[in-house]
């Protein structure tokens, strides 16, 4: 009974010292910061990846080789890959909203009420472990309050910190060659939006036509390998955004639900086992 009093001391005074430190909100806010804006940065991808897309489906890529037209139609290209960047984008608004709820929670978790109201109900506490007239009608219920002010006192940051450990140590490479390879295709797009004939000019001589020609048939051949290349770009970006969604999905939803469940449990298990004396 006596090594329960001690722990319980110890967890109070711990958990007094790291709220009034800061020092775990810090390392929370820091992570928050950083997810939040990687979450903006692919966001920004995502729209601008669909505009691009957006552009080219109503567009064609017109070369004329002597005066035979050859279209080369972007959008029916692009067309398969169109509605899974709309979702995608959708769901990092949402993945975006969440960190930034996250940012929100984690300020008002912080501020200086929940703290004291966390240092009082330690200080009651500790008072009524060592207090033998005490122990038998308020010791469970004050640490009962306990647990329940260090799970709002701790529970965000600690969610943070946790879902963001996870994602530096097996997701952060994959997100950031993911949304690079989305960015590439953007730019791919966007080179070939902007494809257009090249001019005519009724005043030229037979010679210098026949040079446009050649310039022409070369420039449409061109064009064709770069479809090819576009799509599979395009198939390739379907596989990147498919990565990205889970990973964020994982980041901004199922980790943050796991930690939670996992700090729980953590403290219905110490008061299941140390409450009774």
Do not use: C
């Not at 060659?177 to 791919?188: C, G, H, P, W, Y």
């Amino acid at each position: 009974m006596s090594k329960r009093r001690f722990l319980w001391t110890l967890l109070a005074l711990v958990a007094t010292a790291a709220a009034f430190s800061g020092i775990v909100d810090d390392a929370g806010q820091a992570y928050a910061e950083k997810a939040f804006k990687r979450a903006l940065v692919t966001f920004a991808v995502a729209r601008t990846l669909n505009g691009v897309i957006s552009v080219a489906q109503g567009t064609e890529v017109a070369v004329e080789p002597g005066g035979v037209g050859v279209n080369f139609s972007v959008g029916q290209v692009l067309d398969p890959v169109n509605d899974l960047v709309e979702r995608f984008s959708a769901v990092m608004l949402v993945a975006a909203s969440s960190l930034g709820l996250q940012n929100v929670l984690l300020r008002m978790t912080s501020w200086w009420g929940v703290t004291a109201a966390l240092a009082i109900v330690a200080v009651v506490v500790t008072a009524t472990v060592w207090w033998p007239e005490g122990r038998t009608r308020y010791l469970k219920p004050a640490m009962r309050l306990l647990l329940v002010m260090l799970f709002l006192r701790f529970a965000v940051p600690v969610l943070i910190i946790g879902t963001n450990l996870v994602f530096d140590t097996f997701l952060e490479a994959e997100q950031a060659a993911a949304t690079s390879a989305l960015e590439s295709t953007r730019s791919e797009i966007e080179a070939l939006n902007e494809e257009s004939a090249p001019p005519q000019n009724d005043d030229q001589s037979l010679m210098e036509r026949l040079g446009s020609m050649i310039d022409e048939s070369f420039e449409s051949l061109n064009v064709a390998d770069r479809l090819e290349r576009l799509k599979h770009s395009a198939s390739n970006a379907s596989e990147h955004i498919i990565n990205l969604i889970v990973i964020f999905v994982l980041q901004t939803i199922i980790l943050p639900l796991v930690f939670v469940w996992l700090l729980v449990e953590l403290l219905k298990g110490i008061a299941v086992r140390t409450t009774r004396f």
